[in-house]
């Protein structure tokens, strides 16, 4: 299968993603330039992490509007399965490919740390081959990541099942002892109705390299792998 | 040429921890009566326009670019 990885000014977390898709998980993958005008034949896009336009006005405001996001978008309303991680995930909500508002953490800190997330919904592509309730230690590193959404916008999230990721402790409660940015029912990662197109904050691509012990990220990217094969 | 000050402000219902943490200064400064602080952004936009369809930009401006409009609100000024 095939990514592709999308490249702005102040993107920071392209190499990675290339490296583990390319070398670790066996996969295709090719970056792609936020001026291009068209994708590489993907079968799964990645909008990776970082400072897009140095957060200017707001994180990934600005990202939205450049010209290869028009490509994205259109691919993203064929079906097509979109990734954004962290910055990626912010400019989806800016995009409005994803509804709500990435805010700045309620600690006012940038956190950077090993975190745990319960998958909540194994009912997506990205998330197909892991157990329900399964915990992740996958890695955040942000600034805005404190997920905001009104009461009716939350209700829709519910009833559509769209809520993926959860923070949570180690032994897999969500509270918010465990909620490291204050995000709205500690969650860390969604999916649109259609559910072909995933925003999380933690870093998958952080957590999937065997030379760094944890590996649990790489289960997300088996998950995208079968569903793209099947 | 047109000026107008644009303010972005957060929505009353979103949560401020940077209002929240100037007016703790505030207290550690001595200003007891400072109840609540909210921080918002201010543009100033230079705009070479007509009257007639300034405010019709300036709203079309701040819904595409200037706030997000799950977390934000906005007001503006045009000066003369």
Excluded at chain 1, 66 to 93: D, H, W, Y
Excluded at chain 1, 110 to 138: A, G, S
Aim: aromatic share 10%; net charge neutral.
């Amino acid at each position: 299968m095939k990514y592709n990885i999308i490249i702005f000014p102040g993107s920071n977390c392209d190499y990675d993603a290339y490296y583990i898709t390319r070398h670790i998980m066996g996969d295709e993958a090719e970056y792609i330039w936020h001026k291009d005008t068209s994708l590489k034949n993907p079968d799964c896009i990645i909008i990776p992490g970082g400072f897009s336009y140095g957060d200017y006005l707001r994180a990934g405001a600005i990202a939205k509007f450049s010209p290869i996001m028009r490509e994205v978008i259109a691919f993203a309303k064929k079906g097509g399965l979109v990734m954004g991680i962290c910055n990626g995930f912010q400019v989806l909500t800016e995009t409005g490919l994803l509804p709500g508002a990435l805010m700045l953490n309620r600690s006012l800190l940038f956190i950077c740390k090993h975190q745990y997330v319960k998958v909540v919904n194994t009912r997506t592509p990205f998330t197909r081959k892991i157990m329900q309730e399964t915990i992740l230690d996958i890695p955040i590193a942000h600034n805005e990541g404190n997920y905001f959404i009104d009461d009716d916008g939350l209700k829709a999230l519910q009833d559509n099942d769209q809520i993926v990721f959860q923070y949570c402790d180690k032994d897999g409660f969500v509270n918010d002892e465990s909620n490291p940015n204050g995000s709205l029912l500690s969650i860390a990662g969604i999916v649109n109705k259609k559910k072909n197109v995933l925003g999380m904050m933690p870093h998958p691509e952080r957590s999937s390299d065997p030379i760094l012990k944890v590996t649990d990220g790489q289960q997300i990217f088996k998950s995208i792998k079968h569903f793209i094969k099947k | 040429m047109i000026k107008a000050t644009i303010y972005v402000t957060l929505k009353p219902e979103v949560l401020d921890p940077q209002g929240k943490v100037i007016k703790t200064a505030l207290d550690t400064l001595g200003y007891h009566n400072v109840k609540e602080v909210r921080a918002s952004k201010m543009f100033e936009v230079t705009i070479d326009s007509e009257t007639d369809t300034i405010e019709k930009e300036i709203n079309e401006i701040c819904d595409k670019v200037l706030a997000n409009p799950n977390i934000e609100t906005y007001t503006f000024k045009i000066h003369d």
